[in-house]
């Protein structure tokens, strides 16, 4: 009997079924594996421009590896009518990123900062251009533009050549309209995130409101317009439908490549795209950077 209740028994804990262990390896790893999958998948088309740029075309038709060649990067502008469009691609892209990011900041400040009448009303029609299929928003740009010279009051009141005949101007109105709504809604999470704090200490403290702003607010809410306005830079040089319906008879990068592509397509196109692709991935890498770096500052200062 003592010794029966001397005796003890120690019962190990089971390991994992082979179930479980499929199950723990799943949750570990499959998300990851599949956005792999999907990023190289969304890579492909960028690869294939990129080693097509190095191609030597038999014919018009850069479609068929032929053999190697940097006769399109040794002269990236060789054809009629490429350097005229992709100048204009990138004075549209400027003046349009930089028209729309001040517009745009300044809405986003109203919305997130302020109470006004409408201020709901607002919100939502920021998302319609959004939301708007793009040829629809190109054909309504375009009729407005055409009614301006052809339907009173509207001559009488817009002076002729803002909105009519079409053209650069046209162009740069266009892109600063549909780009206000995606600086808007980026540098309002920037600024949603704020800690409205640090502007009353800098107030306490003396500053008024004009040195408040630069010197406490701007700097920190700066990598979300510089996102904003590489976004809105992005989406202005790469845009083709609505420049199509509001251009007239200026072309632009996309709408050469769409007036030249039923005759011939030349590697010249795929370097130009592999170029804007590069510069648009450094530019994304320096706004991440700046985005690190503004919230590793607002960590640094914000009150504990």
Do not use: C
Request: proline residues 6%; positive net charge.
């Amino acid at each position: 009997m003592s010794a029966a209740a001397g005796t003890r028994t120690t019962l190990m804990p089971a390991g994992p079924t082979m179930a479980q262990r499929l199950t723990s390896l799943l949750d570990r790893w499959l998300l990851k594996v599949f956005a792999v999958l999907a990023i190289a998948y969304l890579m492909v088309p960028i690869a294939v421009m990129i080693i097509f740029s190095f191609n030597d075309p038999v014919g018009k038709f850069n479609f068929v590896w032929a053999k190697f060649s940097l006769d399109a990067w040794m002269s990236p502008l060789n054809r009629p009518g490429l350097a005229e469009a992709l100048r204009n691609s990138i004075f549209v892209a400027i003046l349009g990123t930089f028209f729309a990011t001040i517009l745009g900041t300044l809405i986003a400040l109203a919305l997130v900062r302020y109470s006004f009448r409408g201020k709901n009303a607002t919100n939502l029609l920021i998302f319609i251009p959004m939301a708007t299929p793009e040829i629809v928003l190109g054909a309504s740009l375009l009729t407005f533009f055409v009614a301006t010279a052809t339907i009173e009051p509207f001559r009488s009141i817009i002076p002729r050549g803002i909105f009519y005949p079409l053209g650069f101007q046209t162009i740069v109105i266009a892109h600063v309209m549909f780009n206000i709504s995606y600086v808007v809604v980026t540098v309002k999470a920037r600024i949603q995130g704020f800690d409205r704090h640090l502007e009353e200490a800098a107030m306490d403290l003396g500053a008024n409101e004009w040195t408040t702003f630069w010197k406490i607010t701007f700097p920190l809410i700066r990598p979300g317009i510089v996102a904003a306005a590489l976004l809105a830079f992005s989406l202005s040089i790469d845009d083709f439908i609505v420049t199509n319906f509001t251009s007239g008879l200026v072309n632009t990068f996309p709408v050469w490549v769409w007036g030249t592509i039923r005759n011939n397509l030349p590697p010249q196109v795929h370097v130009i795209g592999t170029a804007i692709f590069l510069i648009a991935v450094t530019g994304v890498g320096i706004s991440v950077w700046i985005q690190s770096r503004g919230g590793r500052s607002v960590a640094a200062v914000r009150p504990r």
